[in-house]
């Protein structure tokens, strides 16, 4: 498994008065963490959307919520493509201070063109999952290789 690394300070601004990090700020991490994943891939969000009329939305995401990130942590939020098949990725994504795992999200990415209708992943984006997939040797279309 190759999990794609992005890199994160907790700021004040993030953190509730007792300087533990208020709950949605997960959220906004792992956002960052994923476009950046798909900026490293080739795939920019504006990008996307101007050559293969493609956009992504969250569908679903699940957070389990294990430890409290504090002011100051250095994170890692560590992304990994599960799947990758018809109009939808699915991705598991750590937050991370050292070795110790703070919260765990489960998404269902869906791909839709600009008309908000489900679009097939392109497939070279596939391949390009391949990178930070879990199962790479399952996670292309054979018509993507």
């Given at each position: 498994?190759?999990?794609?690394?992005?890199?994160?300070?907790?700021?004040?601004?993030?953190?509730?008065?007792?300087?533990?990090?208020?709950?949605?700020?997960?959220?906004?991490?792992?956002?960052?963490?994923?476009?950046?994943?798909?900026?490293?891939?080739?795939?920019?969000?504006?990008?996307?959307?101007?050559?293969?009329?493609?956009?992504?939305?969250?569908?679903?995401?699940?957070?389990?919520?294990?430890?409290?990130?504090?002011?100051?942590?250095?994170?890692?939020?560590?992304?990994?493509v599960i799947a990758a098949?018809?109009?939808?990725?699915?991705?598991?994504?750590?937050?991370?201070?050292?070795?110790?795992?703070?919260?765990?999200?489960?998404l269902r990415v869906a791909?839709?063109?600009?008309?908000?209708?489900?679009?097939?992943l392109p497939p070279a984006?596939?391949?390009?999952?391949?990178?930070?997939?879990?199962?790479?040797?399952?996670?292309?279309?054979?018509?993507?290789?």
């Amino acid at each position: 498994m190759s999990a794609h690394q992005f890199a994160v300070r907790v700021y004040y601004e993030d953190t509730d008065a007792a300087g533990i990090v208020y709950y949605a700020n997960y959220l906004k991490f792992a956002e960052r963490a994923r476009t950046e994943m798909m900026r490293d891939m080739g795939f920019e969000h504006e990008r996307m959307r101007g050559e293969h009329d493609l956009v992504l939305a969250v569908r679903r995401c699940t957070i389990d919520y294990l430890l409290p990130a504090k002011l100051d942590d250095a994170l890692v939020i560590a992304t990994t493509v599960i799947a990758a098949a018809g109009a939808a990725l699915e991705l598991e994504q750590d937050v991370r201070r050292g070795d110790a795992v703070l919260a765990r999200l489960a998404l269902r990415v869906a791909c839709l063109n600009s008309a908000g209708r489900p679009r097939r992943l392109p497939p070279a984006l596939a391949a390009a999952a391949q990178r930070v997939s879990r199962h790479a040797s399952i996670m292309v279309p054979q018509h993507a290789r």
